[in-house]
């Protein structure tokens, strides 16, 4: 479970809260003898809430070593209740099999980058924290200082604009890479401060001028949008008749797909295209009902205590008998870049 995310680190060091948690233990709704998969474990919020409401197994999924041994002291509290699994929330089909398990009860999807993550400065993620510029979840790949320091002025630019919504992708690509040849861009207050001098900072801005710049790499490096996809597809083919997927984002561009994805879900789709009228055949048959189509929002209460709540989003559905659709990732809306190079 991720905890107390955001799109950047705006409000300091926080506590490792689990957002919205009585809102997702409502739409999850544990039972006792029932199977619940946390696909992004984190500092282990959700799952404690989870095996605390009901008698019930929950296998827990993080990609980040340190959040699975982190979480040995939970295992060893519900001996026998808890499975921790270190891997993608994208492969919870091929977690499940290596379990015996062919379906499941529940599914909870809390986004982003956890608190922890945020707090540890050499993990890269924040601009509050000086710190190498890594941003990655798991051990393996390209770090954000080798995409700002190798890849081209255009591909920069992409992904800042693809990602991030940065409107002066160009601008901060272009600043990159006459700051690159000059010395390697190795920090996080590098990077940083170049993206605040380029976008310039009003003195009553709450969010830091980096914030799309870093939200758009760490995105690209961890293949977030793309993984969401494909563990909503995943989600889908592997809960139970009656089982509940619940999903926590935190910004538009998560908020986006998980949105898509339950609308395409929830309603038979005409037959044809724009292009040609709708003959009355229907499609698939809705393999999702929506408790409601609009996303639950944090309290004023939960944003006060715990500012990095404020952009989270709850979109939630209940799986029918119907046969799981077809994956169509583009259908979902992925970006271009969804994926590093």
Known sequence: MMAGHGEGAVGGPARHIPVMLSEVIENLHPTSGETIIDGTFGAGGYTRAILEAADCNVVAIDRDPRAIAGGEALAEEFPDKLKLTL?????????????DIEAVNGIVLDLGVSSMQLDEAERGFSFMQDGPLDMRMGASGPTAAEIVNER??????DILFQLGEERRSRAIAKAIVAARAEAPIERTGQLADL???????????????????????RLYLNAELAELAEGLSAAERLLAPGGRLVVVTFHSLEDRIAKRFFASRSKPEPKGSRHMPDS?????????????RKPIGPSKQEIQGNPRSRSARLRAGIRTEAPAHRSDLAALGLPALATPA
């Open 87 to 99: 891997g993608r929330f994208a492969e919870m089909e091929q977690i499940a099999e290596a379990l």
């Open 152 to 157: 081209p002025e255009k591909e920069i630019a």
């Open 195 to 217: 993206v605040e001098k380029v976008l310039g900072r009003k003195r009553d801005e709450a969010k830091h001028p980096a914030t799309r710049t870093f939200q758009a790499l």
């Open 280 to 292: 009355g055949e229907r499609g698939p048959a809705p393999s999702f009902e929506l408790p409601s």
